[in-house]
């Protein structure tokens, strides 16, 4: 008990200096400090998801500065789940004995960190959220699919779900003090695109400014991959073979993009099947790997078969590959989280942003120039299914062409990446 108690007294400095460490809460606030601040008068939990590193944390306590201008610094409690309990109220009776807050009565802020190490998680949450209304949760943590079905299940209508992202090209651009290549994207080209290949790889907060790539790479694999393997998977699941996880990280992450045959590559492994799905999922619920479906347009759904597998983000295939061609595919496939690609009688189109009845189709292409045979699959899939207008991303000048009233704009990833919410709503 007394334990628990330092513990609580430590993560929560502010109870004493009524402010927040410039190293815990830093300055450079992304797009999503806003969106999650408009959230928080409402009622509901917030969840904020995400692979490990990308901030999340650093977001919590960004949100936890901006609540001390306006609310006593002992009504706003964090806890990070590292450190193993058995029940939150265990936690929140620290809190009340250490600050002589009424946790049942006076309105709180109360930040969960790494929620999913707790069990029963959301069930928990759920009865003290149900039960007294002056709390307000802001949550967190590295986990994605498990997460969402455990807070669908059991917080249904009582949450928002916020999922962080590495950073995008423009945020970046920001942290690297590059703002005023913003200003005037078509005056400052050539110092954007040696700027862009340095996002490639270093999409992560922490090493936007490193120069060696070798430290780069093993800081993705040492402080995402195995934390997660190690941690993460191996603290919430039984008999996770890390091995079996290593050894489809390698599989996956060389070839982004893969179909997967899940009877062919469990023989392959000499594996089971059944392991091989548990152990996919294991990945995916880690943020490691996507997957993505053949959409079939004219009813609307997905094919469960011939499944594509991706990185969930696209930085770690440099682990383990350099096939640029590949990893191009990725970038678009995580920028846009990707859920959808298109293939039918020997046709392809790479993905489809799928929004209500709007459909974009869009082709990658590792290339300067487009020639005729480049468009054609874009063009079959245009006609047959009257869509007007089409993307191929490729790393030559902007322009589109016009045929039969439809349209296919070529994009620079660079620039698509600048301006993917302008392409995707124009």
């Known amino acids: 008990m007394e334990e628990i108690k330092d513990i609580v007294e430590l993560l929560n400095p502010w109870w004493k200096q009524d402010k927040v460490n410039e190293e815990l809460a830093k300055p450079?606030?992304?797009?999503?400090?806003?969106?999650?601040?408009?959230?928080?008068?409402?009622?509901q939990i917030i969840i904020l998801s995400g692979l490990r590193r990308v901030g999340k944390t650093t977001l919590l306590y960004q949100i936890i500065e901006n609540l001390l201008e306006k609310n006593n610094a002992k009504n706003i409690f964090?806890?990070?789940?590292?450190?193993?309990?058995?029940?939150?109220?265990?936690?929140?009776?620290?809190?009340?004995?250490?600050?002589?807050?009424?946790?049942?009565?006076?309105?709180?802020?109360?930040?969960?960190?790494?929620?999913?190490?707790?069990?029963?998680?959301?069930?928990?949450?759920?009865?003290?959220?149900?039960?007294?209304?002056?709390?307000?949760?802001?949550?967190?943590?590295?986990?994605?699919?498990?997460?969402?079905?455990?807070?669908?299940?059991?917080l249904a209508g009582r949450y928002f779900l916020m999922t962080i992202k590495p950073l995008?090209?423009?945020?970046?651009?920001?942290?690297?003090?590059?703002?005023?290549?913003?200003?005037?994207?078509?005056?400052?080209?050539?110092?954007?695109?040696?700027?862009?290949?340095?996002?490639?790889?270093?999409?992560?907060?922490?090493?936007?400014?490193?120069?060696?790539?070798?430290?780069?790479?093993?800081?993705?694999?040492?402080?995402?991959?195995?934390?997660?393997?190690?941690?993460?998977?191996a603290g919430k699941f039984k008999n996770v073979n890390k091995d079996l996880i290593l050894n489809l990280i390698e599989i996956f992450y060389s070839e982004p993009g893969m179909y997967i045959e899940y009877d062919s590559l469990s023989k392959k492994l000499r594996i089971s099947k059944k392991t091989l799905i548990k152990h996919i999922f294991y990945l995916?619920?880690?943020?490691?790997?996507?997957?993505?479906?053949n959409f079939r347009v004219n009813i609307v759904s997905a094919s469960k078969k011939m499944q594509r597998i991706y990185v969930n983000w696209w930085s770690l295939a440099f682990i383990y590959s350099d096939n640029y061609d590949k990893i191009m595919e990725n970038v678009i496939c995580s920028s846009i989280d990707a859920k959808y690609y298109w293939r039918k009688e020997g046709k392809e189109i790479d993905f489809l942003i799928v929004e209500g009845n709007k459909i974009i189709p869009i082709e990658v292409k590792n290339k300067k120039e487009i020639v005729k045979n480049d468009?054609?699959?874009?063009?079959?899939?245009?006609?047959?299914?009257?869509?007007?207008?089409?993307?191929?991303?490729?790393?030559?000048?902007?322009?589109?062409?016009?045929?039969?009233?439809?349209?296919?704009?070529?994009?620079?990833?660079?620039?698509?990446?600048?301006?993917?919410?302008?392409?995707?709503?124009?």
């Open 284 to 293: 995916e619920y880690s943020y490691l790997i996507k997957k993505i479906r």
């Open 375 to 426: 468009m054609k699959n874009m063009k079959y899939f245009l006609q047959k299914y009257n869509i007007k207008e089409g993307f191929i991303i490729y790393n030559g000048k902007e322009d589109e062409i016009n045929f039969e009233g439809k349209k296919i704009k070529y994009i620079p990833l660079w620039k698509w990446l600048l301006k993917y919410d302008y392409w995707k709503n124009k």
């Open 78 to 154: 964090y806890f990070n789940f590292d450190k193993k309990v058995k029940d939150l109220t265990e936690i929140l009776d620290n809190y009340e004995e250490l600050t002589d807050i009424n946790w049942k009565k006076e309105k709180i802020f109360v930040f969960l960190d790494e929620i999913v190490k707790l069990d029963k998680w959301a069930s928990k949450i759920k009865l003290i959220y149900d039960a007294f209304p002056n709390i307000k949760f802001i949550i967190s943590s590295s986990s994605s699919v498990k997460l969402e079905e455990e807070a669908i299940k059991d």
């Open 28 to 43: 450079y606030k992304r797009k999503i400090f806003d969106e999650v601040i408009n959230l928080v008068k409402y009622k």
């Open 168 to 233: 995008s090209f423009n945020e970046y651009l920001e942290l690297r003090n590059k703002n005023k290549f913003l200003e005037n994207i078509n005056l400052w080209e050539e110092e954007i695109k040696k700027e862009f290949q340095g996002y490639l790889l270093k999409s992560f907060p922490e090493i936007i400014n490193w120069k060696d790539e070798l430290l780069v790479k093993d800081y993705l694999r040492t402080t995402i991959i195995d934390k997660v393997i190690k941690e993460d998977l």
